[in-house]
């Protein structure tokens, strides 16, 4: 566990650093990803991405790197253009299509997959014709979608665009090392490759929080806020610590009455429920990821007993831990059939 604020006077680490704490605790249980290039017209079917990729539509999150060429993205009604150098991520794994021109051929890229194993990223290539795209497609699995605030922050769709942009410099020259780990697959790659798209991901969300508008609400943008993400790194820095109203309002510097009012505003919950949901997330982390009793991850979380904490447990996931704990030991789908 991170060391704890030398006072509760001080000042806290920067509130960026709670998206790092959050994200350290990703667990990648299943990842895929392909070169699709096609030519010509043509379109995506609409169906939820990878559903015959035995993904689970919670945890999956696919996503379409624009590698060169354009395309349109439909999706829920809406039509947008994609250009190379865009990034786009559907959290919650939302059926949408792709596809250039009106009138072309519908395809399902994964169904032309070949049979896995796979020694390198497989390149599809389809149709032709003098226009041309190429896009990086995949999904990232991992558990940090059980995380509930998290969750319910994220946007249907993620995209961001990085052209020549400074701010997005960065995230181009992570899509540039994407296309030379497939342009000349090495000794590696596919594990490359899936740490790429990881960081991939996690700029998207990086992204999402520094473009939060003023006033808006939920856990991205409570990143933001400076009180509260003062008081969200108190918690994720010490989440075993025995916290209170009175002990969190103090470390950031309010009263406990405008804590719980602007807690309540961006995130529509309290301190201390907050303080709960990130003790259970972490609790099914060690479930799914460790051989610790029950009781002594119950203990962990802060509750006198196994009963109390099975019953807390079952509320926010569903199941009880012993349950989750066999669910989840039988769902790594790092190498899906095709």
Known sequence: MAASPKDLTGKPAPAGDVLSNVLRQVRLSGSLQFCFMPQGAWQTDDRPAFANQNATSVQAIPFHIVVAGQCWLKMEGRHIALAEGDVVAFPFGT???????????????????????????????????????????????????????????????????TGNAASTAWLRATIDQIAAEVDRPKSGGLSMLERLSEITFIELLRHE???????????????????????????????????????????????????????????????????????????????????????????????????????????SFGSPPGAWRKTASGMDTRHPPS
Not at 139 to 149: E, G, K, S, V
Request: glycine content about 10%; aromatic content about 8%; overall charge positive.
């Open 95 to 161: 059926g949408h299509q792709l596809g250039v021109g009106a009138d072309g051929a519908t395809i399902t890229p994964t169904k032309l997959l070949p049979p896995k194993p796979w020694r390198e990223v497989p390149v599809l290539r389809y149709g032709d014709g003098s226009e041309h795209v190429r896009l990086l497609c995949g999904y990232l699995q991992c558990d940090i979608m059980n995380f509930r605030p998290l969750r319910d922050a994220l946007p249907r769709l993620l995209h961001v665009r």
């Open 209 to 315: 929080i520094v473009a939060a508008p003023q006033g808006s609400t939920g856990w991205l943008a409570a990143l933001a806020e400076p009180s509260l993400g003062r008081c969200l790194s108190l918690i994720h820095d010490d989440p075993s610590r025995g916290w209170t109203v009175e002990t969190l309002a103090r470390g950031c510097g309010l009263s406990r009455s405008t804590l719980t009012e602007r807690f309540d505003m961006v995130l529509g919950t309290s301190p201390i429920s907050y303080l709960r949901d990130w003790r259970l997330y972490l609790a099914s982390v060690e479930l799914s990821g460790s051989t610790k009793s029950i009781a002594r991850i119950a203990e962990e979380a802060g509750y006198g007993t196994e009963a109390a904490f099975s019953r807390a447990f079952a509320r």
